[in-house]
């Protein structure tokens, strides 16, 4: 049986680690062509060979998200490679936490970069490969905290707003353009990954919690997520599967939120 994704080109940032090692190895298994970026080359190596052991199909690439001239040369190598670019996952991104009034200039500007530089290039650059074949899915990683505010998070918010709205925008440039490509936001709540290390207990989200971080989270999860639990990249991965695959055929510009109902209380 063929998978859901099967022999689809997608293109993963910051697949390296967390989510987007989860969506790396869940479209995997459904017959995607994995191409994992990152800054972390060896986690990178790793996942790949995780992949290919599951019978899969992975390559890596070293890829700085905020430079543009890497973004032409990873979508001219996926193309001189595959031919093609089915799905994109604009997922690298880092969190900060501080108060607004203690944030440096040259911290909120670095998050900016990633967070929303690194959107805003992925997109402008995998477009045109996806258009020589009319069609593709791009899967913005947005979060919760680009849906509602939170102490302490003001940059990230602000790089998180930014992806959703920048997201409807180029949704709507595709489908004017009708380029058979779907552009949508995902906002995942909280999701046990490695970003939390730089956020928990520096009086952010998470401030209040002890232990290490799979405890600090599962504390804070039963306190404020209404199922009572953290959630898992292969969470958010699902959901990614299901917008990369053309079950979501007729899904463009929508926001799809999996945080146990966080934004809903
Ligand atoms: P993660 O485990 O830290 O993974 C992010 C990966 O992106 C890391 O390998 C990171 O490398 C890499 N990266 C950082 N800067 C980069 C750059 N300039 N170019 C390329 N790659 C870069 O975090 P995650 O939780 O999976 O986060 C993935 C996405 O989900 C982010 O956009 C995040 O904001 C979003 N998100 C996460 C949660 C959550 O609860 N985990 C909730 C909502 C949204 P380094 O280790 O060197 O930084």
Redesign the pocket.
């Known amino acids: 049986m063929a998978g859901r994704v099967e022999g689809k080109v997608a293109l993963i940032?910051?697949?390296?680690?967390?989510?987007?090692?989860?969506c790396a190895e869940r479209l995997a298994q459904e017959g995607a062509i994995i191409v994992v970026?990152?800054?972390?080359d060896a986690?990178?190596a790793e996942v790949v060979a995780v992949i290919e052991a599951a019978g899969g199909k992975a390559s890596y690439l070293h890829?700085?998200?905020?430079?543009e001239q890497a973004w032409i040369d990873t979508v001219a190598a996926v193309k001189a490679q595959y031919g093609r670019l089915d799905i994109l996952v604009?997922?690298?991104?880092?969190?900060l936490s501080s108060p607004v009034t203690d944030m440096a200039l040259s911290d909120f500007r670095r998050q900016m970069?990633?967070?929303v530089d690194?959107v805003f290039l992925g997109m402008k650059h995998s477009l045109p490969l996806m258009r020589e074949h009319q069609s593709g899915s791009i899967i913005n990683?947005?979060?919760?905290?680009g849906l509602k505010g939170s102490a302490n998070m003001s940059g990230?918010c602000a790089?998180?707003g930014a992806?959703r709205l920048m997201t409807k925008s180029v949704a709507m440039e595709c489908a004017n353009a009708r380029d058979g490509v779907r552009v949508n936001s995902?906002?995942?709540?909280?999701?046990?990954?490695?970003?939390?290390?730089t956020i928990i207990g520096t009086g952010g989200p998470g401030s209040n919690a002890v232990g290490d971080r799979p405890a600090a989270?599962d504390a804070m999860s039963e306190t404020i997520v209404p199922l009572g639990v953290?959630?898992y990249?292969l969470d958010?991965a699902n959901g990614v599967l299901w917008l990369a695959s053309d079950e979501s055929r007729y899904v463009t510009g929508a926001e799809m939120v999996i945080d146990g109902g966080l934004t809903v209380r």
């Open positions: 940032t910051g697949g390296s680690s967390g989510i987007g090692r989860g970026t990152d800054v972390q986690k990178g890829h700085d998200v905020t430079d604009n997922n690298a991104g880092i969190g970069a990633i967070n690194g990683i947005s979060s919760i905290a990230y790089t998180k992806v995902m906002h995942p709540g909280i999701i046990d990954t490695p970003i939390w290390d989270l953290k959630g990249p958010i």
